[in-house]
Nanobody, 120 residues
Framework: QVQLVESGGGLVQAGGSLRLSCRTSGSIFIANSMGWYRQAPGKQRDLVAVIRSGGITNYADSVKGRFTISRDNANTVYLQMNSLKPEDTAVYYC???????????????WGQGTQVTVSS
């Protein structure tokens, strides 16, 4: 079983920065993709950024140039958020598609979410 644990959320003023971390634990053969989604009250959960094997990244248009996703060799994924805006306020969820053994298909996992609040 794989677990994702997020940290780094909080309250920040507009224009400020936060860094989110998502640490994985459990049986991991390969993490084919790791990413961040966010969900504001009353809205659907949307992709913020994803990083795939080989380092390919994709970002939502609304965060391009402000957010940077990265991962390390321990399958921890980070989201550096700069120039934060009030509209970035949401619960941020870590997501990973992980294969626990070489012969299994990817399984999708979610973290518990971390609140990011940006005040104006």
């Amino acid at each position: 079983q794989v677990q994702l644990v997020e940290s780094g959320g909080g309250l920040v003023q507009a224009g400020g920065s936060l860094r989110l971390s998502c640490r994985t634990s459990g049986s991991i053969f390969i993490a084919n993709s790791m990413g961040w989604y966010r969900q504001a009250p009353g809205k659907q959960r949307d992709l913020v950024a994803v990083i795939r094997s080989g380092g390919i990244t994709n970002y939502a248009d609304s965060v391009k140039g402000r957010f940077t996703i990265s991962r390390d060799n321990a399958n921890t994924v980070y989201l550096q958020m700069n120039s934060l805006k009030p509209e970035d306020t949401a619960v941020y969820y870590c997501n990973a598609r992980i294969r626990s053994t070489w012969y299994e298909k990817d399984t999708e996992y979610w973290g518990q979410g971390t609140q990011v609040t940006v005040s104006s």
